[in-house]
């Protein structure tokens, strides 16, 4: 289930700043046209940390009945307060929703052990499958190899991992080191095809937001051992995964997606829009791709 391209889809908000529900209906449908594996609402990529608790129910609740069981929809549900994520993890699975994606608890900086409990907490309050999102880069804090390991020993329902450390050493050894079924997938576009060809099972995209064809080829290439045809595609989209986060994700690609006219380009503080010259870039990347 969890292997391939998976969208870490944007919230589109309207002007006034309220859920646009109609356009994300509309994302999804766009997604699964263009053969993605996965999707993942209430991401970093969705604003999550600006939406309220019944406004992330309902966009996960959108996601899900778009999908309507054509793809599997991974749930963000992580919390700094485990209470929290554990009732955020419980309204995923009374929506429907596949999995659930977790977030290193950020801002408190627990220790391994602390994680550890973390994260068995969430696996023994509800029998969903869990995915770690391990980025130290916001978390300020690193999932290690050993603990992650203890986990998926212990608990059935943790069965990957989003490696968004950036340390390829470390993925080589969560690869290397956890069960063959377990699912170590990039948090990184750029890193999807290396991490790939180490062992790793796909990426959850910030980038197939605007080409998820291309994303799902790429991941399929991979899968398939067609490194040539992999490495091929990931050069021709590597200005794309640079450009964007020209600025902090999800700004560049909300900006992206609503210069193709799929949503409006409006986002939550303290989010804002990007510099002019930087959305110049981002421009000239999507036209010399035709994306634009």
Known sequence: MFKGAITAIVTPFTENGELDLESLKGLVEFQIKNHIDGIV???????????????HVEVVKTVVDAANGKVPVIAGAGSNSTEHAIE??????DIGANA???????????????????????????????????????????METATLARLAKEHSNIVGVKEASGNVAQMMDVINELPKNFAVIS??????LPLMALGGKGVISVASNIVPKEMHELCKYALDGDLESAKRLHYHLLPLFKGIFIETNPIPIKAAVAMKGMIKEAYRLPMCEMKPENKEKLRNILKSLKIL
Do not use: M
């Open 41 to 55: 609402p209430c991401g970093t990529t969705g604003e999550s940390p600006s939406l309220n608790e019944e406004e």
């Open 100 to 142: 659930t994606l977790h977030v290193c608890p950020y801002y408190n900086k627990p220790t391994q052990e602390g994680l550890y409990r973390h994260f068995s907490a969430i696996a023994k309050a509800v029998d969903l499958p869990i995915i770690i999102y391990n980025i130290q880069g916001r978390t300020a804090v690193n």
């Open 187 to 192: 948090g990184d576009d750029n890193l999807t």
């Open 88 to 93: 955020l993890t419980r309204k995923a699975a």
